[in-house]
């Protein structure tokens, strides 16, 4: 009986030193693994060979930390690369209105010009100025909704007159570039709580991008869902919806168009601080761009 006892104690203590030696040697690999893991950029993940529970749960916590922490390092790659290209865009944008400016400034003091051509350059300096006025108002405001500086007053709002106000506003651009405008607003009130400021600075947006960019046709529906904006655009094929509303966006990789990319990004930005969606889609030859106001 005796004998017995001691042979099962023997069996039992040499199953726990046999466990023991195998929990070792598997936290040794993981140790061997996990350091590897954090100098080699890799989506490898933590395996384990033991059947312990709390083990398996450590490695189960660990991989998705690794998860997360292989996730913020594309998001702040991508983030840099945007930095750096927002710096690039900036730079180029700055510098274009006042290298022209200062251009016209110099044939102004230099040459023996006649005062009608004095004054089509003044005009011209005075355009240029403008254009970098506009640029630092909208990167003022940009930055200022971004850090959540923006009060809005929410209220309910009748769609329909705000969307009139801005077309009416807009009408003569839209006029002065030929634009056929196909208009649809219901009589009947179609009333959202949204910020009043702020979705007249989204259409106006919205509506500048039009007359800037598209060309012949604008299509505006108002319906009980959304505020549609439609277009006819040059290079439509070149423009990525997906990414239209992105700070700095041009699908004119030249940036000979001047275009800051602002307009659009403070028109989501805007418009998903007031819960709702602004997206856009082409359908056949035309460019589409939905407001949805929840």
Same mark, same amino acid.
């Given at each position: 009986?005796?004998?017995?006892?001691?042979?099962?104690?023997?069996?039992?203590?040499?199953?726990?030193?046999?466990?023991?030696?195998l929990l070792k040697r598997d936290i040794r690999q993981l140790n061997n693994k996990l350091s590897d893991i954090s100098y080699i950029?890799?989506?490898?993940?933590?395996?384990?060979?033991?059947?312990?529970?709390?083990?398996? !749960?450590?490695?189960?916590?660990?991989?998705?930390? /690794?998860?997360? +922490?292989?996730?913020? @390092?594309?998001?702040? $790659?991508r983030t840099e690369a945007e930095l750096k290209r927002a710096i690039t865009n900036i730079s180029h944008d700055l510098r274009t209105p006042l290298t022209a400016a200062r251009g016209y400034l110099?044939?102004?003091?230099?040459?023996?010009?006649?005062?009608?051509?004095?004054?089509?350059?003044?005009?011209?300096?005075?355009?240029?100025?403008?254009?970098?006025?506009?640029?630092?108002?909208?990167?003022?405001?940009?930055?200022?909704?971004?850090?959540?500086?923006?009060?809005?007053?929410?209220?309910?709002?009748?769609?329909?007159?705000?969307?009139?106000?801005?077309?009416?506003?807009?009408?003569?651009?839209?006029?002065?570039?030929?634009?056929?405008?196909?208009?649809?607003?219901?009589?009947?009130?179609?009333?959202?709580?949204?910020?009043? !400021?702020?979705?007249?600075?989204?259409?106006?947006? /919205?509506?500048? +991008?039009?007359?800037? @960019?598209?060309?012949? $046709?604008?299509?505006?529906?108002?319906?009980?869902?959304?505020?549609?904006?439609?277009?006819?655009?040059?290079?439509?094929?070149?423009?990525?919806?997906?990414?239209?509303?992105?700070?700095?966006?041009?699908?004119?990789?030249?940036?000979?168009?001047?275009?800051?990319?602002?307009?659009?990004?403070?028109?989501?930005?805007?418009?998903?601080?007031?819960?709702?969606?602004?997206?856009?889609?082409?359908?056949?030859?035309?460019?589409?761009?939905?407001?949805?106001?929840?």
């Amino acid at each position: 009986m005796i004998l017995i006892l001691c042979i099962t104690l023997g069996i039992l203590l040499a199953a726990c030193l046999l466990y023991l030696f195998l929990l070792k040697r598997d936290i040794r690999q993981l140790n061997n693994k996990l350091s590897d893991i954090s100098y080699i950029d890799t989506n490898a993940r933590l395996a384990t060979s033991t059947f312990d529970k709390h083990v398996s !749960d450590l490695v189960q916590d660990i991989n998705v930390m /690794l998860k997360r +922490n292989r996730q913020n @390092h594309f998001d702040a $790659q991508r983030t840099e690369a945007e930095l750096k290209r927002a710096i690039t865009n900036i730079s180029h944008d700055l510098r274009t209105p006042l290298t022209a400016a200062r251009g016209y400034l110099q044939m102004l003091e230099s040459s023996d010009i006649d005062e009608e051509t004095s004054a089509h350059y003044i005009e011209i300096i005075r355009g240029r100025l403008d254009s970098l006025s506009t640029l630092v108002n909208d990167l003022f405001e940009f930055a200022r909704i971004i850090e959540g500086n923006t009060v809005f007053d929410i209220q309910k709002v009748n769609i329909g007159n705000a969307l009139r106000d801005a077309l009416s506003e807009a009408y003569g651009e839209l006029e002065r570039k030929g634009f056929a405008v196909e208009v649809e607003i219901p009589d009947v009130p179609v009333n959202r709580y949204c910020d009043m !400021d702020a979705l007249r600075r989204v259409l106006q947006n /919205l509506l500048k +991008n039009v007359y800037t @960019h598209g060309k012949d $046709q604008l299509r505006i529906r108002l319906t009980d869902k959304t505020i549609e904006i439609a277009n006819k655009a040059d290079g439509l094929d070149k423009i990525d919806t997906e990414q239209m509303f992105e700070r700095f966006y041009t699908s004119d990789a030249s940036r000979s168009n001047k275009n800051t990319g602002l307009g659009l990004a403070i028109a989501k930005e805007l418009t998903e601080r007031m819960n709702g969606q602004l997206l856009a889609n082409k359908e056949d030859d035309m460019l589409v761009m939905r407001v949805a106001l929840k």
